[in-house]
């Protein structure tokens, strides 16, 4: 079965600093990794996606996610966050058998100035 | 090209009623995957529908049902609500839902108050 985990339910930084957002998956098959942010009141917007090829996935925004297989990892960076930046994130992963996303818990990402 | 539109965006509903919501893909995109999302249990998937088929099921009761119309548009339905039904609703298209790792687009979901 696919899994995702989400460390931190809550992560805080300050405007300007590295935004670090944890993601580790468990698949037993090559996964297809997602990471999608959701505004107040908003659905869920795609951030960007790793399918394969090049591990570094950069996204929009100034977001980027790095795939490491070795360390079942897809963790989510940003090198300066904007206070535009405080929203929900989500980490997912597709499940080949099911056709659908499964998410992790989500981390709230909160800027302050 | 326009985005997911889902209708309506919010409801209010008394326990025991039926409440049914309604998605619009993006044009071309014949997809459409239905997800629950709370606070408790996070985002969930309910069901996927493709050219007029339900595709994939969640684990969800009965009372919840879906379908999908030649026009890709979508409709879930929710019967003799409860207080745990209250959620946002968030509908997805994809262009199909046999290529692995298709992009699902997000509409701004429905959401659903039940007293």
């Known amino acids: 079965a696919q899994s995702v985990t989400q460390l931190g339910s809550h992560v805080s930084v300050s405007e300007g600093a590295l935004v670090l957002l944890r993601c580790n998956y468990s698949?037993?098959?090559?996964?297809?990794l997602f990471w999608y942010v959701q505004y107040p009141n908003q659905g869920l917007q795609l951030l960007l996606k790793?399918?394969?090829?090049?591990?570094l996935v950069k996204g929009i925004n100034g977001f980027e996610a790095e795939f490491k297989k070795s360390e079942t990892s897809f963790h989510l960076t940003k090198p300066s966050a904007h206070m535009s930046d405080a929203a929900e994130y989500f980490c997912?992963?597709?499940?080949?058998?099911?056709?659908?996303?499964?998410f992790g818990q989500g981390t709230e990402l909160s800027v302050k100035p | 090209k326009a985005g997911v539109t889902q209708t309506p965006r919010y409801l209010i509903k008394t326990r025991g009623q039926q409440v049914t919501l309604s998605c619009s893909p993006i044009?071309?995109?014949?997809?459409v995957s239905w997800y629950q999302q709370t606070p408790g249990q996070g985002l969930q998937f309910l069901f996927e529908?493709?050219?007029?088929?339900?595709?994939n099921k969640g684990n969800f009761p009965g009372r919840f049902s879906g379908r999908q119309f030649s026009n890709s548009r979508s409709e879930m339905n929710v019967s003799t609500l409860e207080l745990g039904d209250s959620a946002l609703y968030l509908c997805?298209?994809?262009?199909?839902?046999?290529?692995?790792?298709?992009?699902?687009?997000f509409g701004p979901g429905t959401r659903l108050l039940v007293l």
């Open positions: 044009s071309g995109h014949r997809s």
């Open positions: 790793y399918t394969t090829g090049a591990t």
């Open positions: 698949s037993s098959v090559p996964p297809y």
């Open positions: 997805a298209s994809s262009s199909t839902w046999d290529r692995v790792g298709e992009t699902q687009y």
């Open positions: 529908y493709f050219s007029e088929t339900q595709r």
């Open positions: 997912a992963v597709f499940n080949n058998q099911g056709g659908k996303l499964i």
